[in-house]
């Protein structure tokens, strides 16, 4: 009821409204905290965020568990993308209902009442690295308000069908990745005919449902489960999270039969020669074509369309045009947190490119006259922010390794070898194990282990991914001829 007033509210009217709001319960909440012995023994930085959520201090710290359903391709059921692991819900073991008043969806509620944050890796780190803007949880408070025991957000993630193979992805999520590994498409491997009827009872309760993949727009359980909220609960909002490159019958279908369908449209880069080498097999062309049609409906329907980017090693430099072009369409910019593969990664490399980006990004001004110009320059300066901590995390890293190196045993080395690749296919786990094993009785060992142990993480993963085994031997051959 609350939302709905506040929805229908003039832009200006909702700014107001929440500031005033949010003044106030920060005024009570400083009270409380020196009153209120419950508010006394939460954690330091759980009162900092607090102080700098959107609608002002909430009682939980994260409402996922309490309004979110995710249906990963796995099978697994959890709040949200970042929370699922080997001991979530299975989809092939209990039902959703199950899943979600007894199963581990509960579970997760009872530890955050003791903020354990031990199944929410991703929210625990930003957390403690006071990132509070790029934290996951932002998504749901939306729904703090919500009064209902159904979730009343469920996300989709059935089946990894996609038509692109973008670097930053994997076979679980990209069918085209998975053909060229395997030679097979697994699809949806999980979701079968006791879960579409499961999902009869949550439908009516829901506010949105997000359909993501794969790419959503050519994934055939989706256009099932659309005709369902069609059905039981029309007025349902739904996201769908797609690389545009797709436009046919079906997606006329969902266009023509639904007036709250909100999009996320990834691009990862505005050059047409970028872009295809980050989403491979993709089109910038077609994606622009369909980004417009959207907008289109988008403006038609009084729904809502961003952009989301991936900023990485091979991109980043691109990131404030993103904000030019977002503010062009009247449109909003967010960008992810790549984590990996760790090559692409801001967090795991630090370089030239990164550090004068940054440089560069500090000194733009943005307009922030209208709510997606705020949007997309508040956006901005998060990723900015994260990754000037990412880069000032990694200095002492880096130095305590230079330092440390010749002090530590071949093991400790080795496991820091094998750390530098941690998250990257087995593969390039392979040639690294291939050549330490060459040289593992030599007396040199230790020698070479230290002198790979000091090429910077970019660089020591891009060889590991693109020479040959034999070529990787040549190399590490030179470094110990050359200590002789
Ligand atoms: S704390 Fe973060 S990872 Fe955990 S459920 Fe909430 S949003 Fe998901």
Known sequence: MINKIYEILPEFLQTLLLNAVKRIKIVFYKLSKLFIPSQKSKPEIIHEFNLNRKYGPLPRVCYAPYTSLFLSRLGYISPCYASYNPESSHISKESLKTAWFDGSIERIRKKHLNYDFSECSLCKTLLEQKAFGSLLINKYDHYSFSRSSYPRIIEFELSNKCNLSCIMCDSNLSSG??????????????????????????????????FTGGDPLIIGEYY????????????????ITTNAN???QKVEWILNNFKKINFNVSIDSLDAENYSKIRRNGDLNKAMQNLERFIEY?????????????PMTVNFHEMADFVNFANEKNICVFYHTVVKPKHLSLKYNKNDYIKKNIKNFKSLKFPDKTKNQKTNKKNFEELVKLV????????????????????????????????????????????LQTVLEK????????????????????????????KE????????EDIINNKK
């Open 177 to 210: 990745i998975e053909k060229a590994e395997c030679n097979n498409i697994s699809g949806n491997q999980f979701y079968g005919e006791k879960f579409f009827e499961d999902l009869e009872e949550i439908i009516p309760h829901l506010h949105l449902a997000e």
């Open 224 to 239: 099932r489960i659309l005709e369902l909220i069609k059905k039981l609960n029309p007025d349902c909002s739904i996201l």
């Open 246 to 248: 797709t436009y046919n």
């Open 298 to 310: 988008s403006r038609k329907n009084k729904t809502y369309l961003n952009i989301l980017v991936c």
């Open 388 to 431: 000037e901590i990412w880069q000032l995390e990694q200095e002492p890293q880096m130095q305590k390794i230079q330092n440390q190196y010749s002090e530590l045993s071949i093991g400790e080395i080795e496991e820091l070898l094998f750390k530098k690749i941690g998250g990257e296919e087995e593969f390039v786990n392979y040639k």
């Open 439 to 466: 040289y593992k009785n030599s007396d040199d060992y230790k020698f070479l282990l230290s002198k790979l142990a000091r090429v910077e993480n970019q660089k020591f993963i891009r060889y590991l991914r693109e």
């Open 469 to 476: 085994t034999d070529e990787l031997l040549l190399i590490t």
